[in-house]
C-alpha cells in the first residue's frame, strides 16, 4: 500500500501562483508514476499532470500546459506540482495520485487539496 498526503492548497488570486506537495509513504519503491489530477464543483475529474518517478519524463494535460510544472524529490518520497498564471478556471480539488504500473491504473489516491483561484 501507498500513502499519499497533500497540500499546499489555498486561494490566490488570477495571475497568482502556487506549489502543491504530495507526500508519499509505505511502499512506495514500489511506485512507478505519480500524478495530479483536479475536479471542479460539477465537472469530471481531469487529468492535469503526471511524472514517471525513475526518469522523471513528464506529461501534461492541455488546459495546464505551459503553466504548470511537475518535479520529484525521490530522496523524500514528495512530487510537486508548481502552478504558475492561475486562472479561475483552475478551482478545483487537486488530487494526489500513484500508480505501480505503466499505462495500468492508478491505484492510490490522496484525500485532495483545495486550490481557489479568484477573478
Known amino acids: 500500500q501507498v500513502q499519499l498526503v497533500e497540500s499546499g492548497g489555498g486561494l490566490v488570486q488570477a495571475g497568482g501562483s502556487l506549489r502543491l506537495s504530495c507526500a508519499a509513504s509505505?511502499?512506495?519503491?514500489?511506485?512507478?508514476?505519480m500524478g495530479w489530477f483536479r475536479q471542479a464543483p460539477g465537472k469530471e475529474r481531469e487529468f492535469a499532470a503526471a511524472?514517471?518517478?525513475?526518469?522523471?519524463?513528464?506529461y501534461y494535460g492541455d488546459s495546464v500546459k505551459g503553466r504548470f510544472t511537475i518535479s520529484r524529490d525521490n530522496a523524500k518520497n514528495t512530487v510537486y506540482l508548481q502552478m504558475n498564471s492561475l486562472k479561475p478556471e483552475d478551482t478545483a480539488v487537486y488530487y494526489c495520485a500513484a500508480r505501480r504500473l505503466n499505462g495500468g491504473a492508478w491505484e492510490y489516491w490522496g484525500q485532495g487539496t483545495q486550490v481557489t483561484v479568484s477573478s
Open positions: 509505505g511502499r512506495t519503491f514500489s511506485t512507478y508514476a
Open positions: 511524472i514517471r518517478l525513475t526518469s522523471g519524463i513528464t
